[in-house]
């Protein structure tokens, strides 16, 4: 890490009377991609929602310096972490490039004068999404819906981004495609990445760490590469059998 842009200490949430992370700690560095894995019902979902603050949750959260742990949803996102919700969130009965203008007005009131030259740079991340700029959100595959909400959270200019299953119903080739995008995200937009994915192999190519919950808490951490090739590891907490099924069990 260059440098610790977010930094969580002891954070706990719950539903109701069910709690779902129990004194989590991460840290993300600056320009760096974590994937954050482990089996399902192991929390991931929650801890990006309690990141992002739409969820009630306990704990000291430091951003970029400053302590965000009372902060509110809206205010947590003008101020630069952008959340890719799991299914995606678009405005179907919207235009592609509805949607993404909609994205802008989470942006810092510094940057709303550069929201056209981020709407073009869009558009040069994603070529699908402008030659479908006109069309509605409903319309497009769930490959395009999920650029198209990747794209809509950069126009927020995040610095943290978080993304939740992005592979979730699509086609593997997709899933590689989507990827690849991801990995250059991080270089083009200088953001980094929280990504919590069912593909624990795919997300291990493109991160630098890896985080792997179990149960609410944190059971390991360490380097993609650390994780990727620990077969003990991999056992325990990925559902990797052998290095044929990659991503099995890893999921929400």
Do not use: C
């Not at 200490?9 to 992370?21: D, F, I, S």
């Not at 991609?33 to 019902?41: D, E, M, S, T």
């Not at 929201?115 to 699908?128: I, Q, S």
């Amino acid at each position: 890490m260059t440098g610790t842009l977010l930094r969580i200490e002891g954070l706990t949430a719950r539903y109701g009377t069910v709690q779902v992370l129990h004194g989590v700690d991460l840290e993300i560095g600056s320009d760096e991609i974590v994937a954050l894995l482990g089996p399902n019902g192991a929390g991931k979902t929650t801890l990006l929602r309690a990141l992002s603050r739409v969820v009630s949750s306990r704990g000291r959260m430091v951003f970029d310096g400053t302590d965000i742990s009372s902060w509110s949803g809206a205010r947590t996102a003008t101020s630069g972490v952008g959340h890719v919700p799991e299914g995606r969130g678009t405005f179907v009965d919207l235009t592609v490039d509805e949607n993404l203008r909609l994205g802008a007005l989470a942006r810092p009131r510094e940057l709303k004068s550069t929201a056209g030259a981020d709407l073009d740079m869009v558009y040069e991340t994603f070529p699908v999404l402008q030659d479908m700029r006109r069309r509605t959100a409903g319309l497009l595959s769930g490959g395009q819906q999920q650029m198209l909400a990747v794209g809509r959270a950069l126009m927020a200019r995040p610095r943290l981004l978080l993304i939740d299953e992005p592979s979730l119903g699509l086609a593997p080739i997709v899933t590689r495609q989507l990827f690849d995008v991801l990995a250059q995200i991080r270089r083009r937009w200088s953001v980094s990445l929280l990504i919590a994915e069912q593909n624990a192999r795919l997300s291990l190519e493109i991160a630098d760490r890896a985080v792997v919950l179990a149960k609410g808490q944190v059971a390991v951490s360490g380097s993609a590469e650390e994780l990727g090739y620990g077969d003990a590891v991999r056992r325990a907490y990925l559902g990797v059998a052998n290095d044929e099924e990659g991503g099995k069990g890893a999921g929400r």
